[in-house]
């Protein structure tokens, strides 16, 4: 099984600030990242795909980058609405398997 | 507009069985991959099976393998989770979600069922 393991758990990041959270697989997973959003009491919302791919209606201030075994997820000027929990999640492999997520929360 | 409802979930002692279900409208259901996923309480999500479009393949993870059976009738648009054997580690929140272009990303999330497992 590939383990994902994030970085940081939480991340305190101020309104218009950017964030960077990183994403390790234990082994290569190519290209087939994804990267997820959770809102308290919400289930997940798929944001990107393919390392770098936004998925729709996904604004333009969230960026993947990476290949391999690192990963990074930014966001470029974090709004209100950003503040949530992010996880990664490899489907190169079966078991499709999740990070452990990261908190980005208020600073 | 896509959308995935389940239902099925409550409270159940261990060593008891469930069967979630979860309707999905919107799309042509017949030609997604879908998805089983799960989040402990105040936990991260974990992967739990995976079922083809024609359900000529499936996948479980380990901890759920020989336990819980995922199907789908296509013509009712509808998936299933059978989950048999339950334990107090199964107590979670179970999405229904639909694959993204057969490739294993996930881009369709129902609200989730909660099932708890508890004597």
Redesign the interface.
């Known amino acids: 099984e590939i383990v994902m393991t994030q970085s940081p758990g939480t991340l305190s990041v101020s309104p218009g600030e950017r964030a960077t959270l990183s994403c390790r697989a234990s082994q290569s997973v190519s290209s087939n990242l994804a990267w997820y959003q959770q809102k308290p009491g919400q289930a997940p919302r798929l944001l990107i795909y393919g390392v770098s791919t936004r998925a729709t209606g996904i604004p333009d201030r969230f960026s993947g980058s990476g290949s391999g075994t690192e990963f990074t997820l930014t966001i470029s000027s974090l709004q209100s609405e950003d503040f949530a929990v992010y996880y990664c999640q490899q489907y190169n492999n079966w078991p499709k398997t999740f990070g452990q997520g990261t908190k980005v929360e208020i600073k | 507009e896509v959308q995935l409802v389940e239902s099925g979930g409550g409270l159940v002692q261990p060593g008891g069985s469930l069967r979630l279900s979860c309707a999905a409208s919107g799309f042509t259901f017949s030609t997604y991959w879908m998805?089983w996923v799960r989040q402990a309480p105040g936990k991260?999500?974990?992967?739990v099976s995976?079922i083809s479009s024609d359900d000529s393949n499936t996948?479980?993870?380990?901890s759920v393998k020989g336990r819980f059976t995922i199907s789908r009738e296509n013509a009712k648009n509808t998936l299933y989770l059978q989950m048999n054997s339950l334990r107090d580690e199964d107590t979670a929140v179970y999405?229904c979600v639909r694959d993204?272009g057969y490739?294993?990303?996930?881009?369709?999330?129902?609200?989730?069922t909660l099932v708890t497992v508890s004597s």
């Open positions: 998805h991260g999500l974990v992967w995976h996948y479980y993870a380990d999405y993204h490739t294993g990303s996930l881009d369709y999330w129902g609200q989730g």
